[in-house]
């Protein structure tokens, strides 16, 4: 084979691999990427018998702001989190939606979850049912301009007064 010959025949082998090599590469890039392997929810449903203590890293808060003020849901997330609660979702409410200082957004008044919260936001605060439908996990409080700060007088644990079911959050094994 003449040396012409064999340098068309190795530029041709090269030109071959290269396209095999950007099709395969273009392919894995363009692909989605794959799903998670375990679908890990927000919350986890834990009972709680009548008696029981629950204790603030058992319940999983979410904030929303009602207010003007910018990063009002995120600050009092954080103080929260200080606390030992677990965080859950942070936004802003619904724009029909209108709070003084706070309210605590639920099903279940006497949710020793829903009570322990609500220790920690101090006098003042309603517990009422969601006005509006939301998305959020866990005990939903809803903080509008007037709230300044967390209550000294919160409480670390509560002890259950009905049996019920609080929204905790997931297991460390399969947080994300």
Same mark, same amino acid.
């Given at each position: 084979?003449?040396?012409?010959?064999?340098?068309?025949?190795?530029?041709?082998?090269?030109?071959?691999?290269?396209?095999?090599?950007?099709?395969?590469?273009?392919?894995?890039?363009?692909?989605?990427?794959?799903?998670?392997? @375990? /679908? &890990?929810?927000?919350?986890?449903? =834990?009972?709680?018998?009548? %008696?029981?203590? !629950?204790? #603030?890293?058992?319940?999983?808060?979410?904030?929303?702001?009602?207010?003007?003020?910018?990063?009002?849901?995120?600050?009092?997330?954080?103080?929260?989190?200080?606390?030992?609660?677990?965080?859950?979702?942070?936004?802003?409410?619904?724009?029909?939606?209108?709070?003084?200082?706070?309210?605590?957004?639920?099903?279940?008044?006497?949710?020793?979850?829903?009570?322990?919260?609500?220790?920690?936001?101090?006098?003042? @605060? /309603? &517990?009422?049912?969601?006005?509006? =439908?939301?998305?959020?996990? %866990?005990?939903? !409080?809803? #903080?509008?301009?007037?709230?300044?700060?967390?209550?000294?007088?919160?409480?670390?644990?509560?002890?259950?007064?009905?049996?019920?079911?609080?929204?905790?959050?997931?297991?460390?094994?399969?947080?994300?």
């Amino acid at each position: 084979m003449s040396q012409a010959a064999r340098t068309a025949t190795t530029l041709l082998v090269l030109l071959a691999l290269l396209v095999v090599g950007l099709a395969w590469g273009w392919s894995a890039a363009t692909s989605p990427l794959p799903e998670s392997a @375990v /679908e &890990v929810d927000d919350c986890t449903s =834990t009972e709680v018998s009548e %008696g029981d203590t !629950v204790q #603030v890293d058992q319940v999983l808060v979410s904030v929303l702001n009602a207010g003007k003020r910018s990063g009002l849901a995120s600050r009092t997330m954080q103080l929260l989190v200080e606390q030992g609660f677990a965080a859950g979702d942070r936004g802003n409410a619904p724009d029909s939606v209108t709070v003084g200082k706070a309210q605590i957004w639920t099903d279940e008044p006497n949710s020793p979850a829903v009570r322990l919260v609500q220790s920690w936001l101090g006098r003042g @605060v /309603e &517990v009422v049912p969601a006005p509006v =439908t939301t998305t959020v996990s %866990g005990v939903v !409080v809803v #903080v509008g301009d007037d709230f300044r700060d967390l209550s000294s007088a919160g409480r670390d644990k509560a002890t259950s007064k009905v049996a019920t079911t609080i929204c905790s959050p997931p297991p460390p094994e399969l947080a994300s």
